[in-house]
């Protein structure tokens, strides 16, 4: 079974520049989460999908990031325009688990995006 | 709202020792709690998690945790560390749409 890939693995911007970050979950996983992690800091949930649906976005900074997931498969991140304080690792998970069930599937992590704000 | 708590940011423990890598935690209804371990470049991966029932659950790699609800700590324990255990160690709780990290333990295993 493939895992969660993501691409880039590495990127180098200057602030103020924008960047993607793609991902593809396992298949068959209908929820799929964003995590940044800063340097010596655990991952922070950014955005959550259910399909192609929002869950929970209340920690994505809407001024600067957004993210989707059109078809409920693929999701893409996007910065612009990115300040120094966006260098991090992005983490992308999936899970079989839905919102609603009693009890919580297990995330699967991608390798993560490390991305260096200059 | 959720939280986790790792109080010890760096472990360093010798080859063949016993470890147990501390996790507190803040949760309005009964937690679902994991550890998840994260090598250099690499994403996390699932040692172990607890729902329900007995309180004493195992893992992979010889991993175990212990979840106290008195205590509000679910903390990570190996009998023997090896040298490929260094790594870092998150704690986590939540549930599908609710999941909270730690801010990790990163563990040295001195040979």
């Known amino acids: 079974e493939a895992g969660v890939a993501q691409s880039p693995r590495y990127k180098i911007i200057e602030k103020r520049q924008s960047v993607a970050f793609w991902c593809n979950p396992i298949?068959?996983?209908?929820?799929l989460y964003w995590y940044q992690q800063i340097l010596g800091q655990g991952p922070k949930l950014l955005i959550q999908f259910q399909n192609n649906g929002v869950v929970d976005d209340s920690q994505l900074p809407k001024d600067r990031f957004s993210a989707e997931r059109l078809k409920g498969v693929d999701s893409t991140l996007k910065i612009q325009p990115a300040k120094l304080e966006d260098s991090a690792v992005y983490l992308c998970a999936s899970s079989k688990g839905l919102a609603g069930d009693s009890f919580p599937g297990e995330l699967f992590f991608g390798e993560g995006s490390r991305l260096t704000v200059l | 709202a959720q939280s986790v708590t790792q109080p010890d940011i760096h472990i360093t423990v010798s080859e063949g020792a016993s470890l147990e890598l501390r996790c507190n935690y803040s949760y309005g209804a009964t937690p679902y709690l994991f550890w998840y371990v994260q090598s250099p470049g690499q994403g996390l991966q699932l040692l172990l998690k607890y729902f329900s029932g007995d309180t004493l659950v195992q893992g992979i790699k010889g991993f175990e945790a212990e979840f106290k609800r008195s205590q509000s700590s679910f903390n990570l324990r190996k009998p023997s560390v090896h040298w490929s255990d260094a790594a870092e160690y998150f704690c986590?709780?939540?549930?599908?749409?609710?999941?909270?990290f730690g801010a990790g333990t990163r563990l040295t295993v001195k040979p």
């Open positions: 986590a709780v939540g549930g599908n749409n609710d999941m909270r």
């Open positions: 298949s068959g996983h209908a929820t």
